[in-house]
């Protein structure tokens, strides 16, 4: 039944978006329009949640006739100052997405008007504590882009169709909702649009599913963490799963990430509004967390999530502080400059709290390749900080087939071992895609709490073992592949080999004596 519900909700949200795309098809490039179908989302869910909240506290009150969109500007600024306080932003009666759509037909000047709200709301939270929560939240949706159109008009007619899509799309309350609607409209354009784009420095937008069983392996034996973190948190889905998985109360300090790209960094706070987390229980940071990381006074994390960019290029040795940098100087030695994975490994693992637990999507070359990175596995080993290394199917990402690997970080563990688990059969294939299902992850879950050898599959290896295999963390070196070929019986095919050549003799005998009769008839 749940099942049914999200996949109606998925197919009601993407047969909106392919729609809109049809009304913007030449005018507007895939992944700019990308920002505009986000950002109009945003602007409409930001509207509903204010309205939402004033409405409710008004109808507890008794004023059940009470509607925060049809008050009068002036009377709505009464409330401006305690709205910023609790909500951290404002919005006027007349700025509101419903508002605005229902005049926009008739506004000769719409691409303003959007433009001034959305300054508005910006401006709204300037001088408070959530000012950098909404700062430049809407710089990424020009609505004077001559992408949209030539003149104004057509510029106008394009923000027209693109509010009353929005607005029409039938999503229910959004809390409410089974799929991360926002997350899902990402990955769906990303699917539309971004064949090239977005994926440049190995950026892959992580499945849902994943994000699911990565959340999943941080959580075992606990219902809540004090802190959640991702080091390259893109559009924040893997974070927001915490709030789905655990409750959003249930994650006491809030949820921490860094972000490089500036697009990304903006879709991801505005993902926390669209998920109902208060701009005090988020804290999302722009820069590179490798050589500026922005959370030191919030660091230990209880749980680390991150799929971060495959084998990206980063300053490593040509910096000679890094190598002094406490993150990264227990190793002794720094990830290459051309592959950052394993810094972003010991970035994690400095900053996990003694009783956290961190999961980090790896790209399978730093499993076995030499060099520093040999040296690095070298030192989680020896130290006991891996717990579980998990082999995933290929093609779970979109824009890549590579077959992927988690490793799960722990500093507090129990036994000298770990854990190898061969999960890449784990998987359903859905059109040109492989998936995993519920049935999959807790395969996977099940494996991983305990801890136990399951032929072909799971495998608990002395850390001493994998010293003598030369800190080759790959699973295949461990976890013995089922051979699927057809068994021989070897006596079987020697008696049928045998009855062959009898068969062979007894044929050329007969075809002897028939030669013999035609040349005798000669």
């Not at 992944?31 to 950002?39: E, S």
């Not at 910023?84 to 932003?89: D, N």
């Not at 290929?394 to 071992?417: H, P, Q, R, Y």
Request: with cysteine; charged share 30%.
């Amino acid at each position: 039944m749940e099942n049914n519900r999200k996949e109606q909700e998925r197919a009601e949200l993407h047969r909106t978006i392919w729609n809109m795309a049809n009304d913007l098809r030449g005018s507007v490039d895939g992944w700019d329009f990308k920002q505009y179908v986000l950002g109009m989302l945003f602007y409409r869910y930001i509207s509903e949640n204010i309205t939402a909240y004033i409405n409710a506290g008004e109808w507890e009150a008794g004023n059940t006739e009470f509607d925060y969109a049809k008050l009068s500007d002036e009377e709505a600024e009464q409330a401006r100052e305690d709205l910023v306080r609790t909500k951290g932003f404002f919005i006027l009666p007349s700025e509101l997405f419903e508002n605005v759509r229902a005049r926009a037909k008739d506004d000769e000047n719409l691409n303003e008007t959007l433009k001034k709200v959305f300054s508005n709301i910006e401006k709204s939270a300037q001088g408070t504590e959530s000012e950098d929560d909404f700062k430049g939240l809407f710089d990424d949706i020009d609505v004077n882009s001559n992408k949209l159109g030539n003149t104004v008009a057509k510029r106008n007619e394009k923000l027209v169709k693109l509010l009353n899509s929005v607005g029409e799309m039938k999503l229910g309350d959004y809390k409410d909702n089974t799929i991360d609607a926002f997350g899902d409209a990402y990955e769906f354009l990303m699917g539309m649009y971004a064949s090239n784009a977005g994926k440049s420095g190995g950026e892959y937008y992580t499945p849902q599913e994943v994000s699911e069983l990565l959340t999943h392996l941080t959580l075992v034996g606990k219902t809540e963490v004090n802190k959640v973190y991702d080091p390259a948190c893109g559009s924040g889905s893997l974070l927001l799963k915490f709030a789905k998985i655990l409750g959003k109360e249930n994650v006491r300090q809030g949820f921490f990430g860094q972000e490089i790209n500036i697009t990304t960094y903006n879709l991801c706070r505005i993902n926390m509004f669209l998920h109902d987390i208060d701009f005090d229980k988020f804290d999302i940071a722009l820069g590179d967390t490798l050589t500026d990381p922005q959370h030191w006074d919030d660091e230990p994390f209880e749980a680390i999530v991150s799929n971060p960019p495959y084998s990206i290029k980063w300053k490593g040795d040509s910096d000679p502080i890094l190598i002094n940098d406490p993150r990264f100087s227990p190793a002794g030695v720094l990830a290459p400059r051309s592959k950052a994975d394993l810094a972003f490994i010991m970035h994690s693992l400095s900053w996990l709290a003694p009783n956290g637990t961190a999961a980090i999507v790896c790209f399978p070359g730093v499993l076995y390749r030499g060099g520093a990175e040999k040296k690095i596995r070298q030192y989680l080993i020896d130290n006991n900080y891996i717990d579980c290394i998990i082999q995933l199917p290929d093609n779970l990402f979109f824009g890549t087939s590579i077959a992927t690997c988690i490793m799960v970080l722990k500093k507090s563990k129990s036994e000298n071992s770990t854990l190898f688990i061969d999960a890449s059969k784990e998987f359903v294939k859905v059109t040109n895609n492989n998936k995993l299902t519920q049935e999959n992850i807790e395969t996977i879950l099940n494996a991983f709490k305990n801890r136990k050898d399951i032929e072909h599959f799971a495998k608990l290896v002395p850390n001493s073992e994998i010293a003598k295999q030369e800190y080759n963390l790959s699973v295949s070196n461990y976890v013995e592949k089922e051979d699927t070929r057809e068994k021989i019986d070897i006596k079987k095919l020697n008696a049928e080999i045998e009855e062959i050549v009898a068969r062979e003799q007894i044929l050329r005998e007969e075809i002897d004596k028939i030669i013999a009769e035609i040349e005798v008839d000669k």
